[in-house]
T-cell receptor, first 114, second 116 residues
Framework: AQTVTQSQPEMSVQEAETVTLSCTYDTSESDYYLFWYKQPPSRQMILVIRQEAYKQQNATENRFSVNFQKAAKSFSLKISDSQLGDAAMYFCAFKETSGSRLTFGEGTQLTVNP | DAGVIQSPRHEVTEMGQEVTLRCKPISGHNSLFWYRQTMMRGLELLIYFNNNVPIDDSGMPEDRFSAKMPNASFSTLKIQPSEPRDSAVYFC??????????????FGQGTRLTVV
């Protein structure tokens, strides 16, 4: 069974600064997807970014980028130029390519200070 | 597209009552998921459907929980009878599965259920 671990229950960052959220996972699969979801106070789960394990290039979406280290089973999220609207709970998630189930980490609560 | 639509957004009910949560997936998606979010257990998959057929219901906590998907645009999650420990946020999500691959899952806004 896969497990996803987020070791930082809470993080804070100053507006306009950069913050990195950590995620590690454990799997015996070689073909899978990794995701970061954002959950603001509105409760909606919003997909931020995804990474396919077979791709060596790190995914980037505007101010959001990942550092994917497959051998280390590490998948961190970097938020550049943090904005107040980035404040939310962030979840790392794993999915086998041939599967449908998402396995989520415990979440990291990000606070953005003005 | 309006995204995944769940109703109601909030539900407060008394212990022992029947509760029905509803979900309309994104048009064209053929996989539908029900997740539950609690402080103690985080986000956990309860059941998922592919082409309206339940594929994996191993996450359904007990017989009090049941889910149906009568057609491609509607699903329900029913709890009967409800108990206080069922209080949680219930999410519905949908994705498109082609062959062995799914697109990413898109989530609804969730239903916050409180059982008193």
């Amino acid at each position: 069974a896969q497990t996803v671990t987020q070791s930082q229950p809470e993080m804070s960052v100053q507006e306009a600064e950069t913050v990195t959220l950590s995620c590690t996972y454990d799997t015996s699969e070689s073909d899978y997807y990794l995701f970061w979801y954002k959950q603001p106070p509105s409760r909606q789960m919003i997909l931020v970014i995804r990474q396919e394990a077979y791709k060596q290039q790190n995914a980037t979406e505007n101010r959001f980028s990942v550092n994917f280290q497959k051998a280390a089973k590490s998948f961190s999220l970097k938020i550049s130029d943090s904005q107040l609207g980035d404040a939310a709970m962030y979840f790392c998630a794993f999915k086998e390519t041939s599967g449908s189930r998402l396995t989520f980490g415990e979440g990291t609560q990000l606070t953005v200070n003005p | 597209d309006a995204g995944v639509i769940q109703s109601p957004r909030h539900e407060v009910t008394e212990m022992g009552q029947e509760v029905t949560l509803r979900c309309k997936p994104i048009s064209g998606h053929n996989s539908l998921f029900w997740y539950r979010q609690t402080m103690m257990r985080g986000l956990e998959l309860l059941i998922y459907f592919n082409n309206n057929v339940p594929i994996d219901d191993s996450g359904m906590p007990e017989d009090r929980f049941s889910a149906k998907m009568p057609n491609a645009s509607f699903s329900t999650l029913k709890i009967q009878p409800s108990e206080p420990r069922d209080s949680a946020v219930y999410f519905c999500a949908s994705s498109y599965r082609q062959g062995l691959r799914n697109t990413e899952a898109f989530f609804g806004q969730g239903t916050r259920l409180t059982v008193v």
